[in-house]
């Protein structure tokens, strides 16, 4: 059964980090561009980081730029999302999926299924 997994949410404090894993089971996620998206309490989803499978280059929302880090580590079949000096605005359930993203277009639609996503609350 082919999925992915998000984990390592949680409560944070401003400025803080945390790094959120996406793994995948019964496929292989070097094959595809990954994307990390997040929908925060009563907004709608919003592409945050994308992933290239093909040149391994990788965008970001003007939101994180610089402060966040999409990377793959393809021994573990994981995707990583690293992010530093958190923001009371990042607080928000973050989901990774495979070929809905492509630069900096985010395919977000609830049209399709997504995982379980982690939470990530950053407050004091």
């Known amino acids: 059964q082919e999925q992915l997994v998000e984990s390592g949410g949680g409560l944070v404090q401003p400025g803080g980090s945390l790094r959120l894993s996406c793994a995948a089971s019964g496929f292989t996620l070097d094959y595809y561009t990954i994307g990390w998206f997040r929908q925060a309490p009563g907004k709608e989803r919003e592409g945050v980081s994308c992933l290239s499978n093909s040149d391994g280059s990788t965008t970001y929302a003007d939101s994180v730029k610089g402060r966040f880090t999409i990377s793959r580590d393809n021994a573990k079949n994981t995707v990583y999302l690293q992010m530093n000096s958190l923001k009371p605005e990042d607080t928000a359930v973050y989901y990774c999926?495979?070929?809905?993203?492509?630069?900096?277009?985010?395919?977000?639609?609830?049209?399709?299924?997504w995982g379980q996503g982690t939470q990530v609350t950053v407050s004091s």
């Open positions: 999926a495979t070929d809905r993203c492509s630069g900096t277009y985010y395919y977000t639609s609830n049209s399709v299924s």
